[in-house]
């Protein structure tokens, strides 16, 4: 029995069907079933169920005979369904991602209600999503469920079919039957809601409804009056119900003045017959207590007066007031800009104030960015320097005391503007209207190191250009003295992409000073403001903008990401697009300072965002998810491939992202490496120091030459990580000391630490003497083949194996004839194994058990070796690297695009667990 049945009745939406369909059968929730409900109208539905058929097994298609309409459709669907819940869709709406697994877990939450309400949204064709107005009835605080007595504001919510999910037994049990007719939904939702022993909500948005565009021809609105006396007959017949007759009366007077007002609804020539049945309906379902406010009191009246010509006037007066206030309001707006133009120009002709500077950083979320980084140290080397920050609409956060601060459009913001001799930005924007003088330096800083397309390259980018205009691009950047860069590569583009006679100050990033002087301290205060839990790991999201698609998409499903990586991790999303409901991912979008941001994270996690070279600063683990890398290079153009030069692992699904962290290899010796190389390259001049370079130039006229040479890069020291005590005692595969591996192992402390003689190892010097030594890491601890091959061996009798999600089952299982190849030149076989050497390689061979399987990938992920085994049901399974030794105990392995079976590998197991990962070239971890 599924949980879940779909209904969808599709009469006359061929156009939309194939969308709402495909919707419910991408969700990720896969126990449900979809029913099709077609008419025999040859409107080629139909087809379109069938296909859907065809292709998913859990689509059944119903036929009936022309003309029953939506409402006998669903009645069909109800007879054939089978799932412990029925939700209904229209061919018109679509599913959100997720709604599915959203609804269930929610239902499993309040223990399983007889109806469910959830959010949707409206689409029109020119805009976004726009969630109902009435979704604030459906907030989740407070016990749950409950029933409508406890929140009669439900009855406010929309009466569609398709925002509301119902326990089938329920729906049985009480008989409850859609009529036929356009409006049957009227006397289901209603009777179904008051009915309900228990109701619950989900405050969120589940459905998408795009109508059709055009006008409603013919008489099927009539059909209203008709489901309200249904309607109100069943509360009658109901003495318990007696209460709800009031507040479904108020609903029904304005259900009908919206459709008697709204254009084109109701036909010209049948206007005066709908209003005589709206006063009709007024006088037969009158209630005392039908609250209204004033202006509805009114219509009520004319309603029930018969004033049809007073009711439309009354309509028309309110529209007429609404468009004269609108057009109020633009006046006055015009007649206030035109006031401080010419206040602006009064101030372009009275002197500069050679000590005043103004800061703006449209491009960042508050004071943050290389603007504030410049006007802070401008403070500091210039005690009297005046200066002011403009708060731009939409920027938030403190701002210091000594900076005043200017809102834009105001007449303090343009006499700055005109009168201040220094002028300090980034690149994201100009003020319109903005004139240079003759005396004034207009100082920009780029705002990150570019990676796609900008400035005049985006005109061969039709996709993603938006409202790029070149004549006012290269006005601006005629008017810019000095453009601070971070690197030659942000440089070259700056002049390519902005051309024009401006200086070019490659200092290094103003904005990543910060980076390099806070200390502890100032992480801890960060990260507990941001409520991240003390011990966890907290993990940077920072996508890309995709301006050639609107809605932003969502990338990856961070509850997935952030229940697959532990209860210790927590991620904050910054620019993310629809964001789950979990306590773990937090929003971190509005946040005012970026740079606090990077200070209390972990680790990065970017695809094509410029942050990833100024987070590089840090030394801090970045990991690349570049699963759309064509799709993006195509669109947007791209300056620098971040997989052929990344700052670290590089994953291209959201599967290898995961095991990237679950492995430890975000923060291994290959990411270090990497992670090295790429701030060598784009951090050459993020010394702490960058900004203080920019004003002894700009604002006290120093020679270069005199600036203040360049930190080495080993000499620099920036904030320490918040786990950085926690990764000294790191082991293989990124866990703790004595923390148990993914299989459920305890790895011994023997792992952990240098290679010395006091770990069990041979000392370092004595690698020429047989000891493969240590791996490449040097001093990070990782432990070398023999080392690496003993633990396997001790960890194997305490193996665990997973059985589920979240679930781990204790039993110890032994098995015969291990063999553990590896590539190793030379080395000596661990204590209890038995040597077999060839001219290659040496084979170790364990006697006494077979080690766990989790712990032989882990010695095979950190070493790099090869490692093969045959279990006793004679399953053979083989990993190379440690993308394949993960794979080859996931359960994602059963379906990831990017894994085979390995030929020849004996007899293959059932769940695919043999697999051989196509993409570990392209990791950067296998090419030493």
């Not at 059985?803 to 089952?809: I, K």
Request: charge should be positive; hydrophobic fraction near 40%; glycine fraction near 10%.
């Amino acid at each position: 029995m599924p949980r879940f049945s779909v209904i969808v009745p599709a009469y006359h939406v061929r156009s939309s069907l194939h969308a709402c369909l495909e919707s419910v059968l991408s969700q990720p929730f896969d126990d449900l079933e979809v029913i099709a409900v077609c008419g025999g109208d040859a409107d080629g539905c139909a087809e379109i169920a069938d296909e859907a058929a065809a292709r998913d097994r859990r689509v059944a298609v119903l036929r009936l005979p022309a003309g029953r309409g939506p409402g006998r459709a669903r009645n069909a669907g109800l007879d054939r369904a089978e799932g412990d819940y029925v939700l209904f869709l229209d061919g018109d709406t679509v599913l959100a991602p997720d709604a599915l697994q959203a609804v269930a877990d929610r239902l499993k939450e309040t223990g399983s209600p007889d109806v469910l309400l959830y959010g949707h949204a409206h689409v029109p064709w020119t805009g976004e999503p726009r969630p109902d107005a009435a979704r604030r009835h459906l907030a989740q605080a407070g016990p749950a469920p409950f029933t409508l007595a406890d929140r009669p504001g439900l009855l406010r919510v929309p009466p569609v079919v398709w925002n509301r999910a119902y326990r089938r037994e329920f729906l049985e049990r009480k008989g409850l039957r859609f009529p036929a007719g356009h409006h049957g939904h009227l006397p289901f939702t209603y009777p179904a809601l008051m009915a309900a022993g228990s109701l619950a909500t989900l405050d969120r948005v589940c459905v998408h409804h795009r109508p059709h565009r055009g006008r409603v021809r013919g008489d099927r609105d009539f059909d209203v009056f008709a489901q309200y006396d249904r309607l109100f007959a069943y509360v009658d017949s109901r003495s318990a119900l007696a209460r709800w007759r009031a507040p479904l009366f108020g609903r029904m007077a304005e259900d009908l003045a919206a459709l008697f007002s709204a254009p084109g609804r109701v036909p010209a020539a049948r206007r005066a017959a709908f209003f005589r049945l709206m006063r009709a309906h007024h006088r037969r379902h009158l209630t005392r207590g039908a609250a209204a406010e004033a202006p509805g009191r009114v219509a009520r009246g004319l309603v029930r007066l018969g004033a049809r010509r007073l009711f439309r006037a009354l309509v028309a007066a309110r529209a007429a007031r609404g468009r004269a206030a609108h057009r109020v309001r633009g006046v006055l707006r015009g007649l206030r800009g035109a006031l401080l133009r010419a206040h602006y120009r009064i101030q372009l002709l009275l002197p500069l104030r050679a000590d005043h500077a103004v800061f703006a950083a449209p491009g960042s979320p508050g004071y943050s960015g290389c603007p504030a980084a410049l006007e802070e140290r401008v403070r500091e080397l210039l005690p009297g320097m005046r200066t002011a920050w403009i708060r731009g609409h939409g920027q938030g956060g403190p701002v210091p005391a000594d900076p005043r601060v200017l809102r834009p459009g105001t007449a303090a913001y343009w006499t700055a503007l005109a009168r201040s001799a220094y002028h300090v930005g980034d690149t994201a924007g100009e003020a319109e209207g903005l004139v240079k003088r003759r005396g004034q330096v207009f100082v920009r800083a780029r705002h990150g190191t570019p990676i796609g397309h900008e400035g005049l390259d985006l005109q061969r980018r039709p996709a993603a250009r938006g409202a790029v205009d070149p004549v006012s691009l290269l006005r601006a950047a005629d008017s810019w003295d000095h453009v601070v860069t971070a690197n030659r590569h942000a440089t070259l583009v700056q002049e390519r992409a902005f051309p024009a006679a401006y200086g070019v100050l490659e200092y290094g990033s103003p904005r990543t000073d910060a980076y390099l002087r806070a200390t502890a301290a100032d992480v801890a205060a960060v990260r507990a403001a941001l409520g991240i839990a003390e011990g966890h790991t907290a993990v940077l999201y920072a996508p890309a903008v995709r301006d050639y698609v609107t809605p932003q998409p969502r990338l990856l499903d961070l509850e997935r990401v952030v229940l697959s990586l532990g209860p210790r991790f927590t991620v904050l999303a910054l620019g993310a697009a629809d964001l789950p409901d979990h306590p773990r991912v937090v929003d971190v979008s509005a946040h005012p300072s970026v740079e606090e941001l990077c200070l209390a994270s972990d680790a990065l996690v970017t695809d094509y965002g410029p942050l990833m070279c100024d987070f590089a600063v840090l030394d801090r683990p970045v990991v690349v998810h570049a699963e759309d890398w064509e799709a993006y290079a195509a669109a947007r153009g791209t300056y620098l491939d971040v997989r052929a030069f990344p700052p670290g692992a590089v994953a291209r699904s959201e599967d290898e992202l995961i095991d990237i962290f679950t492995t430890g290899h975000w923060r291994g010796s290959r990411s270090a490496q990497l992670r090295a190389a790429f701030r060598d390259r784009f951090c050459p001049y993020d010394d702490g120091h960058a900004a203080e370079r920019v004003v002894r130039h700009v604002f006290l006229g120093q020679d270069p030459s005199t600036l203040p040479p360049v930190v080495p890069r080993e000499e620099r020291r920036p904030a320490p990580a918040p786990s950085a005590a926690a990764a000294r005692d790191v082991p293989v595969g990124g866990r703790s000391a004595g923390s148990r591996d993914r299989g459920g192992g305890r790895l011994p402390r023997a792992t952990t630490g240098p290679p010395g003689p006091r770990k069990g190892c041979p000392a370092r010097p004595a690698r020429a003497a047989g000891c493969p030594g240590t791996t490449g890491a040097g001093a990070r601890g990782v432990p070398c083949h023999a080392a690496l091959s003993a633990a396997t061996a001790d960890a194997a009798r305490s193996s665990r194996y997973p059985s589920g999600r979240g679930e781990r089952t204790t039993t110890s299982r032994q098995y015969s004839g291990p063999t553990i190849r590896s590539r190793a030149r030379s080395g000596s076989a661990p204590s209890g194994s038995s040597p077999r050497a060839t001219a290659s390689r040496t084979t170790w061979e364990a006697t006494p058990r077979w080690p766990s399987r989790s712990a032989v990938l882990i010695a095979s992920a950190i070493s790099g070796c090869r490692a093969a085994s045959t279990s006793r049901s004679g399953m053979t399974w083989e990993a190379t690297g440690w993308r394949s030794a993960w794979a080859a105990t996931s359960r994602r392995a059963r379906t990831s695009p990017y894994s085979e079976p390995v030929a020849g590998a004996g007899r293959p197991c059932a769940a695919n667990a043999v697999t051989r990962s196509r993409t570990r070239d392209s990791l950067d971890f296998q090419r030493r």
